[in-house]
């Protein structure tokens, strides 16, 4: 049997308490013995010599209870020393085993992360596919525009997500920067999906407006050099005609 459950069975505590609790209870116990003690036995020295003067066998006694109270308290002293010494060990183990507790049960918090992993990569795959699929769509649209100076002009517009997009270069066959422009585009389309679906719109209307452009020009043509001035039946002067010359 060990020193708590000796002192477990002397003081009668149950197993409900930690061995810490115990020792700090017995610690506390001895202490107060050699509180007493030490209050007592300055007293009978003092008054030993009295008892010596009123009866030398009663001073003979009076030494020796001061003898045995001087060695119970010698021997109080080393017990509270070994108490104080098991209860930083019971602390020290009672706080490792309150960390393997806590490990423990986070190790099972970690385990419940892995089917989660599966199911996040489950609803990954689609959305990626669903981005490839945009992606690929989008670059045949900007594939498509006949005057590219209408995408340098309207370059925030036609791009999916920010003006440099396209211009990093997305490839349907897997170039370097695609998986990147997939992640950017899932991420915007759930920061803010309005903002592509504005964007989509504002492309079909950049179209358009240089269709309605291109019409308005077919059926209004302007001389692309100002006119020239009436021709005249006068000879032109020799300073005007050297001029046209040189």
Known sequence: M????QIRAMLGIGSELPDSAVFTQAL??????????DADIPAREQRLPLDVIQDADGGDAASRELADLKSKRERLAATCDLLRRELATAREREADAQKIFEFEAAAEKARACA???????????PAAEAARALLDAHAKYVGAIPDSTIYERHGRWVSLLRPSAYLC?????????????????????????HTIEDRIARSVEICM???????????????D????????NEEPKRGEAASKIF
Not at 2 to 5: E, L, N, P, T, W
Request: charged share 25%; proline share 5%.
């Open 28 to 37: 506390g116990d001895k202490l107060q013995e050699v509180n007493r003690l």
């Open 169 to 193: 270069g997305y490839s349907s066959t897997g170039g370097a920067r695609d998986g990147d422009l997939v992640r950017e585009l899932i991420v915007s389309a759930l920061e803010n999906p």
């Open 209 to 223: 407006e240089n269709v309605a452009e291109i019409r308005a020009g077919a059926q209004n043509p302007q001389e």
């Open 2 to 5: 060990g020193i708590a459950q």
């Open 225 to 232: 050099e100002a006119a020239s001035p009436a021709a005249s």
């Open 115 to 125: 089917p989660l992993v599966k199911d996040l990569v489950k609803a990954i795959v």
